[in-house]
Structure formats: structure tokens, C-alpha cells
């Protein structure tokens, strides 16, 4: 089991930044890929980075790459979401998620993630 909570969430104005964390509870964080999600009202869940065991491969998605960067510390048991030049495109409810099945070509699809956050809200002001 492992239970996921998200913070760093808030209002920025376009262009700048925010940073989101995920703290993960338990002693197998690093046995599991890790993933960020983005809802917004109205729309269905997007895939938005994942990373992998270790950390040394990363994917994004087409909108944030460039701009958004994954990372984690296996250590603190806590992913990260560097988001720079956000836009008003990017509000949403950002989710982590974590995978245990292992680095794959489906760690964008939300189906492949076993645990979730309860989320974090993020306001890009125009």
C-alpha cells in the first residue's frame, strides 16, 4: 500500500513557476515509477510526466515538454514537478500517481497506476 500526498499547488500568473511535490508513505517508494496527471473542469484526466525506478528516464507530454520537468528522491520518498512558463492551459487539478508494473510504454495511460493523490489545484492567471 502506499498512500500519496500533493503540495505546492496555487495561483500563478502566466509565465512564472510553480514546484509540486508528492510525499509517498512506506518503504517500497522506489520500487515504483511515478507519475503526474492533470485534470481540468470538464475534461478528462491527461497524462503529464512520468519517471522511472530510478530516475534517470523521464517522459512528458507534448503540451509541458520544455517546460516541465520530473524528478524524484528516493530517499525522501517524494516526486517533484518543476513547472516553468506556465499558461493559463495549465490549470488544473494536478494528481501523482504510482506504478508498480515497472517502466513501460504505457506509463502515460492512468490505467496503469495503482495508487493516487487526492490532488492539488493549479490557477495559471492570464
Known amino acids: 500500500q502506499v498512500q500519496l500526498v500533493e503540495s505546492g499547488g496555487g495561483l500563478v500568473q502566466a509565465g512564472g513557476s510553480l514546484r509540486l511535490s508528492c510525499a509517498a508513505s512506506g518503504r517500497t517508494f522506489s520500487r515504483y515509477a511515478m507519475g503526474w496527471f492533470r485534470q481540468a473542469p470538464g475534461k478528462e484526466r491527461d497524462f503529464v510526466a512520468a519517471?522511472?525506478?530510478?530516475?534517470?528516464?523521464?517522459a512528458y507530454a507534448d503540451s509541458v515538454k520544455g517546460r516541465f520537468t520530473i524528478s524524484r528522491d528516493n530517499f525522501k520518498n517524494t516526486v517533484y514537478l518543476q513547472m516553468n512558463s506556465l499558461k493559463s492551459e495549465d490549470t488544473a487539478v494536478y494528481y501523482c500517481a504510482a506504478e508498480g508494473a515497472g517502466w513501460g510504454p504505457s506509463v502515460s495511460e492512468s490505467y496503469e497506476y495503482d495508487y493516487w493523490g487526492q490532488g492539488t489545484q493549479v490557477t495559471v492567471s492570464s
Open positions: 519517471i522511472n525506478l530510478r530516475g534517470d528516464n523521464a
